[in-house]
DNA sequence: CTGTATCCGGAGTGATACTG
DNA sequence: CAGTATCACTCCGGATACAG
C-alpha cells in the first residue's frame, strides 16, 4: 500500500511529509472532500462522482482512509449488501485545509483560462461542477 | 512530467484534484514549506535540508515548482554557480494550507505516539527537527 | 450492490557517473 | 556549486473477470 512503504531508519519525514503520506493518494483528497459535503456516501454513489476511478482503486483508496481512521465504513448486513461511508472526527480536521486547497485551485484553473486559454488542453483540468459547484 | 500528464477529455478533474496535481510530488510540499522559513535557499542548502533526496529528484521537483510559477529562480553568473530559489506570490498563497497540514500532521504522529507506540517503526515518522522545528 | 483476484504496462524514482 | 545523463527497477494504477 502507498502509505504503508517502507521507509529506513535513514529517511528523516517531516509533520508535512507526513501528513501528505496519508492523504496523498490520487483520489483520497477528492473522496474526503466529496464526503464532507454529502454527509454519507455509499459505494455506488463514489463510484458515480468519480467516473474515472476503476472499483479496484475505489476500494483500495477506502480501505486506505479507513485504516488510517480518516473515515468510517458502516456495514449493514443486508441482501443486497449496503455500505456508508462517512468522515470521522480526524478526517474532518482535514475539511479546512482541504478547501483551501480547493479555493486556490479554481483561482488558478480561472486564471490559466484567462492568460492562456491553450494550456487548458494541456492540463484539460476542468471543474466538475456536479460536484464542486 | 507528473503534472504535465496527458488527461483524456473524459477525465473531469476537480480543483482539488487540480491542486494536487501541483503541489502532490512527493517532496513539493516539504520545499515549499521550508522555502517559506527560510525566505531564500540555494540548492546546495536545500540538497542539505532534504537528505533523501537525490540531485536528479530536487532539480526535477524544482523545475515542475519553478515552470507552475510557484517558485522564483534566480541565477548569478558567477563562478562558481549560484542559484537561489524563492517563493513567487502564488506559491506564497499555499502556505497557510500547508501550515495546516504541518499541524496536523504533528498531532498525528504525536498521538500514534502515544497510542501505539510499535507504529512508529511501520511509519518511521520521525519529525526532522533541524528544519520543521 | 459491493466488492476480490489477477495480470501487466509504464510512470516515477533511485544510484551512479559525468559536466560547465 | 549546480546541475545532466543514463540505466535499472519498483510498484502504482488500469483492465478485466469473477464472487458473496
Redesign the pocket.
Given at each position: 500500500?502507498?502509505n504503508d512503504?517502507?521507509v529506513t531508519e535513514a529517511t528523516q519525514l517531516c509533520a508535512v511529509d507526513y501528513a501528505f503520506k496519508r492523504i496523498g493518494?490520487?483520489y483520497k483528497a477528492r473522496i474526503l472532500w466529496y464526503l464532507d459535503m454529502k454527509r454519507v456516501l455509499?459505494?455506488?454513489?463514489l463510484?458515480r462522482t468519480l467516473p474515472?476511478?476503476?472499483?479496484?482503486?475505489?476500494?483500495?483508496?477506502?480501505?486506505e482512509l479507513e485504516d488510517d481512521k480518516l473515515i468510517i465504513?458502516k456495514?449493514y448486513h443486508e441482501v443486497?449488501?449496503?455500505?456508508?461511508?462517512s468522515l470521522s472526527e480526524t478526517g474532518k480536521e482535514l475539511i479546512p485545509f482541504i478547501a483551501h486547497l480547493h479555493r486556490w485551485g479554481k483561482k488558478q484553473i480561472e486564471k490559466e483560462a484567462l492568460t492562456n486559454p491553450a494550456k487548458q488542453d494541456e492540463r484539460t483540468a476542468q471543474v466538475c461542477n456536479s460536484v464542486c459547484g
Open positions: 500500500m502507498k512503504q517502507k493518494g490520487k455509499r459505494y455506488g454513489e463510484s474515472d476511478i476503476t472499483t479496484k482503486m475505489l476500494t483500495q483508496t477506502l480501505r465504513r456495514m443486497p449488501p449496503k455500505v456508508e461511508y
